[in-house]
């Protein structure tokens, strides 16, 4: 019976339904077939919310459904995305029961394209363990061979029969001769960076541990340090980053991604450790970088997925390229710190502040004058976050902005304290000789 109602639907004598697609076809050419002239007078922009709403309802059932296959396929819980190809048949004219029947095989071919998607996403994840290497000697990333021993080590390559190497950033930048080794130990350290590729960190491996990556494939990687890693006792340690470019799968549903060894990625409770030593920024110092290089990442792996895709490669050549300018990105804002600290110092050389950090201070309430007793400094608060942190002799030491959240925090921690009247008094008139000192003398 249904079959037959839906085949007297085109006859014009039969009220159509809500989702009939002649119905849409006619309402689109103007044809209201006898409904009323409310529908003839609908605007556009009504349609299209209409048409929008239920394109979003769509997705969110098949966002859904592939959620559910991922989790059920041991997702983790992992936060991921899948690309999925939708052709869809659109007879306006034709026979219903033929439109049925190629939108049965259009969603055939929809759950096997996401089945392919979500196979390939959950087998790219058990072999990306956070934090860890891929061992090729186990062909697991979860093994006692796959953890860096501690936050100064590197991932360095392969050995003969797949064991990961670990080294010290310091001995592998020697190890591989790298021209700016001596600035990890400068007195101020420099932020480093090392991009080697697949050959340089599959040298040593011997052809029969190849074949245990599967279709797993390491493209090459950017390490970089030394960050700053907070110790249990409460201290600073030295910490190196590893950001592998990985891809896996088969053909056009290659994915790619970058996968982060060390740098405290397998240990939850070292992040927000990481963030608070960080808190200069309000995140990670690598975030900005490393978002960057995933955004560049998905366009080329949509490039790869094209029916007419790059040649091999022009993929490769893009892919190195991107590590090459992620080892740029770690670094730049590192090396701009410095050429601003080094001319902040020659600039305040006779202990002269700026003229905000003053105005700032002659304006700042008590409570905005504060002490910070691990380094001996003073720090006054201005408006719309300025800090400036002042040395007990009136010196500028630096000026910075700083979030309300940071500037919160470190109050509320205790690293930086209430001053007493006198204090507060004592330091502005210490910083009113300066100036007045070095006015008079220019």
């Known amino acids: 019976m249904a079959h037959e109602d839906m085949a007297r639907a085109g006859d014009g004598d039969k009220p159509r339904g809500d989702d009939d697609p002649q119905r849409d076809h006619d309402r689109l050419r103007g044809d209201d077939r006898g409904r009323g002239s409310d529908d003839r007078l609908r605007g556009d922009d009504d349609r299209l919310r209409g048409d929008d709403d239920r394109l979003r309802r769509a997705l969110a059932l098949i966002a859904s459904v592939a959620r559910e296959r991922f989790a059920a396929a041991g997702g983790n819980g992992r936060a991921a995305e899948v690309e999925l190809a939708l052709r869809l048949p659109l007879r306006p004219h034709g026979d219903p029961r033929g439109e049925q029947a190629a939108l049965a095989a ?42 860096p021993a501690g936050p100064r080590e590197a991932f360095a390559g392969y050995g003969p029969t797949g064991l990961p190497r670990f080294l010290d950033l310091g001995q592998l930048l020697l190890e591989r001769k790298h021209p700016r080794v001596a600035e990890l130990y400068d007195e101020r350290p420099q932020l480093v960076s090392l991009v080697l590729g697949w050959g340089d960190l599959a040298e040593a491996l011997l052809p029969a541990y190849r074949s245990r990556f599967g279709d797993l494939r390491l493209h090459g990687q950017v390490v970089c340090g030394w960050y700053r890693s907070p110790t249990p006792a409460g201290g600073h340690d030295r910490l190196a980053v590893t950001f592998q470019l990985l891809s896996n799968g088969r053909g056009r549903r290659r994915r790619y991604r970058l996968h982060q060894v060390g740098g405290g990625a397998s240990r939850a409770d070292l992040q927000p450790l990481l963030e608070a030593v960080h808190e200069r920024h309000g995140r990670l110092p690598w975030r900005e970088p490393l978002r960057w290089a995933q955004t560049t990442l998905a366009a080329i792996e949509s490039a790869a997925r094209r029916p007419r895709p790059p040649a091999p490669a022009a993929i490769d050549s893009r892919l190195q390229g991107l590590l090459l300018h992620l080892g740029e990105a770690l670094e730049r804002p590192f090396r701009s710190r410095e050429r601003r600290t080094a001319h902040a110092e020659v600039r305040h050389q006779g202990g002269r502040p700026t003229r905000a950090a003053v105005a700032d201070l002659r304006a700042a309430p008590g409570e905005r004058v504060l002490f910070d007793p691990r380094h001996e400094t003073f720090v006054v608060l201005g408006p719309r976050g300025r800090t400036h942190v002042f040395g007990s002799g009136g010196k500028l030491v630096t000026s910075v902005r700083y979030p309300a959240a940071t500037i919160e925090r470190r109050q509320k921690s205790g690293a930086w304290r209430a001053t007493t009247g006198e204090q507060a008094s004592a330091l502005r008139a210490r910083v009113e000789e300066l100036v007045a000192a070095v006015d008079a003398t220019s």
Not at 108 to 136: I, K, M, Q, R, S
């Open 106 to 147: 259009a969603a055939t071919a929809l759950d096997a394209g996401l089945a392919l998607e979500v196979e390939a996403l959950v087998a790219g994840n058990a072999l990306c363990h956070p934090g860890n290497a891929f061992c090729a000697r186990c062909a697991s990333s979860t093994c006692e061979h796959a953890t």
